[in-house]
């Protein structure tokens, strides 16, 4: 079973920036290479949405509202992947969750398509 644990969240003003992290365990790292990982964010009272994703190629998408600000990548030694966030505005607080998907066809941000959560992380971005 995989299990996923985000970090890095916190406070931070509105400018500023913040790297989360995900990090996966109870998978080999040879298959693990091959899932897609996406990032999300919720407000309370408010439907999951997608920031972005990467997919086992590396290639990635972005939610219009994060793009050129936020950026994805992954440690190709371990099974972490980050989420580097830059230019953070208020409307940017949220909790952030990572995700895994084994069926990686690309980088999509379909709530539904993902298998494995984390706990999620909280990002507050003060004006």
């Known amino acids: 079973q995989v299990q996923l644990v985000e970090s890095g969240g916190g406070s931070v003003q509105a400018g500023g920036s913040l790297r989360l992290s995900c990090a996966a365990s109870?998978?080999?790292?040879?298959?693990?290479?091959?899932?897609?990982v996406g990032w999300f964010r919720q407000i309370p009272g408010k439907e999951r949405e997608g920031v972005g994703a990467i997919d086992y190629a590396g290639r990635t998408s972005y939610t219009d509202s994060v793009k050129g600000r936020f950026t994805i990548s992954k440690d190709n030694a371990k099974n972490i992947h980050y989420l580097q966030m830059n230019s953070l505005k208020p409307e940017d607080t949220a909790v952030y969750y990572c995700?895994?998907?084994?069926?990686?066809?690309?980088?999509?941000?379909?709530?539904?398509?993902?298998?494995?959560w984390g706990q999620g992380t909280q990002v507050t971005v003060s004006s």
């Open positions: 995700a895994a998907r084994r069926a990686c066809f690309g980088p999509s941000t379909e709530v539904y398509e993902y298998n494995y």
């Open positions: 109870g998978i080999s790292y040879g298959t693990y290479l091959g899932y897609c």
